[in-house]
């Protein structure tokens, strides 16, 4: 992907009406009838899954190619991706990995990241629990982990086996977790013997068949099933669409799409068709049940949509992008949205 002098992209600046730069979010128009054939193989993550299945079906309602969506885990998307080379785009619920993308480049390809959502990851008892509402980031990595009832994390709580139900170690919801809770150590939470599955839907229904059992999945399989499940709060904060874009809720994360500039040139459709998912997601993200990126991270996946088409970028991201040795801060970018 090429870089962009400063001098060329002010020149683009001036010679850009303000408008471009709002309805259109700097994206050419696409038609999805001019696609009516051809491939478009997308795998990957579970919590990505429902998002990327419903802007399938608007481009295929729209008279596209229907894309084939696998719901695999953000870890499996990218085996396929980069190193099997099968899928045009990889669907992830967390960055991709070092490895990752040295995997991408030995078969050709580099991974371009085009951050579309975000997750408040859920943790989730059954509507029958009547006893746990929130927990500290501690009683987490106990309930995950050491504890073997309830009542070894609060005394107050139920002399119960707590009853645990997880993603598989191939999905980005369990690398974020084990991340974040234990700070990247897999020992603890796979010694407790969980139910692991990449079926979010077969893990709301361990959950919710015993008000001892938790869990948790990405923030849309609990809206779904929000009249059988309690969402906990963390820490004492709830996640909500405010928490999860100014990062303080504990367990907020990017939700991305991930193609490579080769693959969108060489297969006109899949190229329209990442178009046309950055250009309605902010439309249908909420209705799925997750939120907004914030608008400097979307900023950033229009123009690399753009530098992959080689365009200049034009966004808030777009001084970044021209120049990637000089850095923001977090707060600046907004990165956690």
């Known amino acids: 992907m090429r870089i962009v002098s400063l001098a060329a992209l002010l020149v683009t600046f001036a010679l850009i009406p303000t408008g471009a730069f709002a309805d259109g979010h700097g994206l050419p128009e696409v038609d999805p009838l001019d696609y009516p054939t051809g491939e478009i193989i997308t795998a ?10 419903r802007l399938a079906e608007l481009w295929t309602d729209a008279g596209g190619v229907a894309p084939s969506i696998a719901s695999i885990g953000s870890g499996a998307g ?59 980031m501690e009683e987490l990595a106990q309930i995950f982990s050491s504890a073997n009832t309830w009542s070894d994390v ?35 939470i796979l010694s407790a013997n969980p139910q692991l599955s990449e079926d979010d839907n077969v893990l709301v229904q361990g959950i919710t068949g015993s ?14 099933n929000r009249d059988a499940l309690n969402i906990l709060s963390i820490e004492g904060i709830k996640a909500n669409a405010q ?10 994360r990017p939700l991305f799409i991930y193609s490579d500039a080769g693959i969108m040139m060489e297969k006109p459709q899949v190229n329209a068709f990442i178009n046309f998912y950055l250009t309605h997601v902010n439309d ?15 900023s950033s996946a229009i123009d690399y ?17 021209a120049d990637p040795d000089e850095e923001k801060d977090d707060s600046e970018k907004g990165s956690r949205g």
């Open 284 to 298: 249908e993200v909420v209705d799925v049940g997750y939120f907004p990126a914030s608008e400097y991270a979307f």
């Open 243 to 252: 928490t999860t874009d100014d990062g303080s809720y504990p367990l907020a």
């Open 78 to 136: 990218f085996e396929r991706f980069c190193v099997q080379g099968e899928t045009h785009i990889s669907n992830a619920s967390r960055a991709i990995k070092d490895s990752e993308r040295e995997s991408c480049n030995a078969i050709g390809r580099e991974a371009i990241e085009f951050r579309v959502g975000a997750d408040a990851l859920a943790v989730t008892v059954s509507a029958a629990n009547d006893f746990v509402s929130d927990v500290t």
């Open 44 to 53: 990957g993550s579970s919590t990505v899954f429902p998002l990327s299945e």
């Open 211 to 224: 008000p001892y059992a938790i869990g948790f999945f990405g923030y849309a399989y609990y809206v779904e």
């Open 154 to 188: 609060r005394a107050e709580w139920p002399a119960e086996a707590i009853q645990r139900f997880i993603p598989g170690t191939d999905s980005g919801t369990f690398d974020f977790f084990v991340e974040e809770v234990f700070d990247e150590d897999k020992e603890p």
């Open 305 to 321: 949509w753009r530098m992959a088409n080689d365009m200049l970028p034009i966004g808030d991201a777009a001084m970044d992008l």
